[in-house]
């Protein structure tokens, strides 16, 4: 019998993501699904109209490299409306597919073997893989319950001269958390001071609550001379299936970033761009999205009301922490797993998030869906 080869692993800790394993958890189950991030209500229709209205007529083959021109233009004066900085759609904004490979881009464009990388932790799990594919090294600041906000002194002193890039993430996955412009600044002193490139992860840009105010990298000035910006379409316009997203940075890094664009995915579906330009005209589109998920959070945090967790309301994102420590002394994933097994609802363990797991008894649940959904949800979770 012949045996076959083995390659050796270069993501040897990496197994299969926690969301793919809780929901299939859930389906095995038949649990509510609140673990991953993704809705279960429809697309506006009129952005699904205007997708078939390109593919009948017949826009379907490849796009331009960097994305059409229409949709780059659009970005564009979105950003400058909202933050203040005008990028040029030509050589400064690139659509890619989804905010996961424009991450994964920008983190090749840059990190070289034995660069430093630093990381905020509880963080999305797309951050450090390709940093370790790159043979850099992922380096960790905590975001320490209950408020997951920034300890500048600790980060200036994991920042050194092998420091090449620092990733940010706000609205923040997993706490829901938003960064103040004080922090903003605080990260612009470290990036001026050092050098460092930065990665914004942007995502939830469109999804944030009670008077609370995105901060963008692209509304300050060194700031933004240092960054890539990411963002998704699919998580602005609740259709995450499509895989649509964008970056944003000055010309010199977005150079280098479109070369390896270009060899991950070369262009990305074309009717779509067609369709989220039109879309974008119209900016009562994306500025109505954080009224209708604060009003949503609203909903699940109401129908809570008497339960054994604790809740501190979301301040963006459309994730919700909970808190069980008055429920069980469990550690987060198995009690993450009875919660789905036998109470019938998915969510996920903020302790995967972090690279050496930390028990702090909360739970992340994902509050984009249907009331009805989150009704159902609620009432199981009251009842332990």
Not at 72 to 100: D, F, Q, S
Not at 172 to 187: A, Q, Y
Not at 324 to 347: P, W
Not at 357 to 370: G, M, S, T, V, Y
């Amino acid at each position: 019998m012949t045996q076959h080869s083995v390659p050796s692993s270069k993501l040897p800790q990496t197994g299969t993501s926690i969301f793919t394993v809780m929901s299939q958890m859930a389906a095995e189950c038949g649990a509510i699904n609140l673990s991953q991030g993704f809705p279960d209500f429809p697309v506006d229709p009129a952005l699904i109209d205007l997708a078939a209205k390109y593919m009948k007529e017949g826009h379907n083959q490849y796009a331009p490299m960097a994305g059409l021109s229409a949709l780059r233009e659009a970005i564009a004066e979105k950003t400058r409306r909202l933050h203040g900085r005008t990028y040029n759609p030509e050589t400064e904004v690139t659509v890619t597919a989804g905010a996961t490979q424009a991450i994964f881009t920008a983190i090749t464009t840059l990190v070289k073997e034995e660069d430093e990388v630093l990381i905020f932790s509880p963080a999305y799990d797309c951050y450090a893989p390709p940093v370790l594919l790159c043979g850099g090294k992922p380096v960790f600041a905590e975001l320490r319950a209950p408020d997951f906000c920034p300890d500048w002194d600790e980060v200036k002193r994991r920042v050194n001269r092998k420091t090449k890039l620092i990733i940010i993430n706000t609205p923040h996955n997993p706490s829901g958390t938003v960064w103040t412009e004080d922090d903003m600044r605080e990260l612009e002193k470290i990036v001026v001071s050092t050098g460092a490139f930065v990665l914004s992860d942007e995502v939830y840009e469109h999804i944030v609550f009670d008077g609370a105010e995105h901060h963008s990298a692209a509304r300050f000035e060194a700031l933004a001379a240092h960054s890539v910006i990411t963002a998704s379409f699919g998580k602005t316009f609740h259709a995450t299936g499509w895989k649509m997203g964008y970056a944003i940075a000055p010309e010199a890094l977005m150079r280098e970033f479109r070369k390896v664009h270009q060899y991950l995915v070369f262009c990305v579906n074309h009717p779509l761009q067609r369709a989220l330009a039109d879309y974008l005209a119209d900016e009562k589109n994306y500025l109505n999205v954080s009224p209708m998920y604060e009003a949503r959070r609203d909903y699940f945090i109401k129908a809570l009301e008497g339960s054994r967790f604790k809740v501190v309301p979301a301040q963006g994102t459309y994730f919700q922490l909970l808190n069980y420590s008055e429920i069980s002394k469990k550690s987060e994933v198995k009690f993450a797993e009875e919660l789905t097994r036998k109470h019938g609802v998915a969510s996920i363990p903020v302790s995967v998030f972090y690279p050496q797991p930390q028990e702090q008894r909360i739970l992340r649940f994902c509050f984009a869906k249907h009331p009805d959904t989150l009704a159902s949800a609620a009432e199981k979770l009251k009842a332990l």
